[in-house]
T-cell receptor, first 112, second 115 residues
Framework: KAGVTQTPRYLIKTRGQQVTLSCSPI?????VSWYQQTPGQGLQFLFE???????NKGNFPGRFSGRQFSNSRSEMNVSTLELGDSALYLC???????????FGPGTRLLVL | AQSVAQPEDQVNVAEGNPLTVKCTYS??????LFWYVQYPNRGLQFLLK??????LVKGSYGFEAEFNKSQTSFHLKKPSALVSDSALYFC?????????????FGKGTHLIIQP
């Protein structure tokens, strides 16, 4: 099976812009989670989706949002970008919400 | 709230020697524990997990981990280290009953295997 894919792999934006990141889960996986990884804060949970419904949300401002489509693909959006949003954004998929999560390669976002 | 502590930022081991990467956790209820490894500019790769059962869990690439409920620990071990094991290792926890939190990760431990 193909692994989790994330697009784009690299992105450069300027402050105030918005960005949309995409994640395609492993075939048959219905749960998708998103994480932010930075040198200072480490890996932090953003949100978790299952069957198009947001199940859990981490402690991030409302500028961070996401959605899941009927084919389990997911997108996350960050509006009004700030310098501190520069990070590696990781997507993970699992068959269900309490099963092993398999990670994609990440999207590296740089905000200038 | 759930949390994970990895007390060592870096662990140095000579090739061929046994290695241990430490992890302690805090969670309400029974834990669902994981170890992941991250190579430079890559995502996380799953190594092993503990849900219930035998306290010694075997995973990929010869790694194993020992669950200790009384010490709330889940240390990662390998009997004989390889240079190729050098990477960043993350311990993660989730409450077995689910709940509002996703996976909570430790800060990570850099494992350096010296030839």
């Amino acid at each position: 099976k193909a692994g989790v894919t994330q697009t784009p792999r690299y992105l450069i934006k300027t402050r105030g812009q918005q960005v949309t990141l995409s994640c395609s889960p492993i075939s048959g996986h219905r749960s998708v989670s998103w994480y932010q990884q930075t040198p200072g804060q480490g890996l932090q949970f953003l949100f978790e989706y299952f069957s198009e419904t947001q199940r859990n949300k981490g402690n991030f401002p409302g500028r961070f949002s996401g959605r899941q489509f009927s084919n389990s693909r997911s997108e996350m959006n960050v509006s009004t970008l700030e310098l501190g949003d520069s990070a590696l954004y990781l997507c993970a998929s699992s068959p269900g919400t309490l099963e092993t999560q398999y990670f994609g390669p990440g999207t590296r976002l740089l905000v200038l | 709230a759930q949390s994970v502590a990895q007390p060592e930022d870096q662990v140095n081991v000579a090739e061929g020697n046994p290695l241990t990467v430490k992890c302690t956790y805090s969670v309400s209820g029974n834990p669902y524990l994981f170890w992941y490894v991250q190579y430079p500019n890559r995502g996380l790769q799953f190594l092993l997990k503990y849900i219930t059962g035998d306290n010694l869990v075997k995973g990929s690439y010869g790694f194993e981990a020992e669950f200790n409920k009384s010490q709330t620990s889940f240390h990662l071990k390998k009997p004989s280290a390889l240079v190729s094991d050098s990477a960043l290792y993350f311990c993660a926890v989730r409450a077995l009953g689910g709940g509002a939190d996703g996976l909570t990760f430790g800060k990570g431990t850099h494992l350096i295997i010296q030839p």
